[in-house]
């Protein structure tokens, strides 16, 4: 059965930076695109952006541009997102979500979501 | 505020029927696919509704989408408490090419 599983919590400072992986079971990794969503604390989702894990490549929201990198790791089937320079806004629950590996871009499998803080 | 409009907020009675609109533009509910979401308390969200008015594989029928226009629709009927949840409409925005969401509906089954 499909699985996608995030790492535990994290808790960081501001400035700092943060990398989430997401590893992914049960299909074949490279058939089908891994997003990022976040969603802050009693707030609504918001799209970060998508990765190709086939090739690696990357589309991210123009809010993120700059500050994010999303990664693979085909051998591993785990995607990474890394956001920097991280500020107290940013705290939230981000969660990688399976893409439809087609052009109608859904989410049919999530993971169970990380918590990130940003605290000084 | 979101790019996609949703109300905030719906209620209805157990059994009864409610609907759930998401407003967008041309750019994106009018020209792509719309799907929904059903995120319960602490939980992270869940595939209802792909492709405008399709069910992912173990989805009850009493959960139904619809479009026209600029405008998507989720229905569920037969309303249980267990529906208490907060749904969200997405869909890809040609625009912005970003996938945008509505602000989310918290439905409460009285």
């Known amino acids: 059965q499909v699985q996608v599983v995030q790492s535990g919590a994290e808790v960081k400072k501001p400035g700092a930076s943060v990398k989430v992986s997401c590893k992914a079971s049960?299909?074949?990794?490279?058939?089908?695109?891994m997003h990022w969503v976040r969603q802050a604390p009693g707030q609504g989702l918001e799209w970060m952006g998508i990765?190709?894990?086939?090739?690696?490549?990357?589309t991210y929201a123009q809010k993120f541009q700059g500050r994010v990198t999303m990664t693979r790791d085909t051998s591993a089937s785990t995607v990474y997102m890394e956001l920097r320079s991280l500020r107290s806004e940013d705290t939230a629950v981000y969660y990688c979500?399976?893409?439809?590996?087609?052009?109608?871009?859904?989410?049919?499998?999530w993971g169970q979501g990380t918590l990130v803080s940003v605290s000084s | 505020q979101s790019v996609l409009t949703q109300p905030p907020s719906v209620s209805a009675a157990p059994g009864q029927k409610v609907t759930i609109s998401c407003s967008g533009s041309?750019?994106?509910?009018?020209?792509?696919?719309v799907s929904w979401y059903q995120q319960l308390p602490g939980t992270a969200p869940k595939l209802l509704i792909y492709?405008?008015?399709k069910r992912p594989s173990g989805i009850p029928d009493r959960f139904s989408g619809s479009k026209s226009g600029t405008s998507a629709t989720l229905g569920i009927t037969g309303l249980q408490t267990g529906d208490e949840a907060d749904y969200y409409c997405?869909?890809?925005?040609?625009?912005?090419?970003?996938?945008?969401f509505g602000g989310g509906t918290k439905l409460s089954v009285l």
């Open positions: 979500a399976r893409g439809d590996g087609g052009g109608s871009h859904f989410f049919d499998y």
């Open positions: 049960g299909y074949t990794f490279t058939k089908f695109y």
């Open positions: 990765i190709n894990p086939t090739g690696g490549g990357t």
């Open positions: 041309s750019s994106n509910v009018r020209n792509n696919y």
């Open positions: 492709d405008n008015n």
């Open positions: 997405g869909t890809w925005d040609s625009s912005l090419s970003a996938v945008v």
